[in-house]
């Protein structure tokens, strides 16, 4: 089992940035595939980041590639997102998850997930 906590999300105006956090416990963190997915109210959760366990491969969403960053620090089990030039078609509840077997963009390979943090980001 893995547990996932996320934190860093808040309120921001257009252009701003911020960092989300996501802390993983319960299983080798080193060996995990992470991934960033977010959902606006009314809409289908979809994908905006992933890293593969040891960090150097990532993948992005087309609407996120160029303004966020995702990175993995093994020796502090979480991983990050850093969020710049953000626009209000941003604001959603941000979601961590976690997975043992491979890099994914899907969500149902995802095993582990997190409560999510809300990002509201003001015109």
């Known amino acids: 089992q893995v547990q996932l906590v996320e934190s860093g999300g808040g309120l921001v105006q257009a252009g701003g940035s911020l960092r989300l956090s996501c802390v993983a416990s319960?299983?080798?963190?080193?060996?995990?595939?992470m991934g960033w997915f977010r959902q606006a109210a009314g809409k289908e959760r979809e994908f905006v980041a992933a890293?593969?366990?040891?960090?150097?491969?990532?993948r992005y969403a087309n609407s996120v590639n160029g303004r966020f960053t995702i990175s993995k620090d093994n020796a502090k089990n979480t991983v990050y997102l850093q969020m710049n030039s953000l626009k209000p078609e941003d604001t959603a509840v941000y979601y961590c998850?976690?997975?043992?077997?491979?890099?994914?963009?899907?969500?149902?390979?995802?095993?582990?997930w997190g409560q999510g943090t809300q990002v509201t980001v003001s015109s």
């Open positions: 319960g299983q080798t963190f080193s060996r995990l595939f």
């Open positions: 998850a976690a997975d043992s077997d491979m890099l994914a963009t899907a969500q149902r390979a995802y095993e582990y």
């Open positions: 890293i593969n366990w040891s960090g150097p491969v990532t």
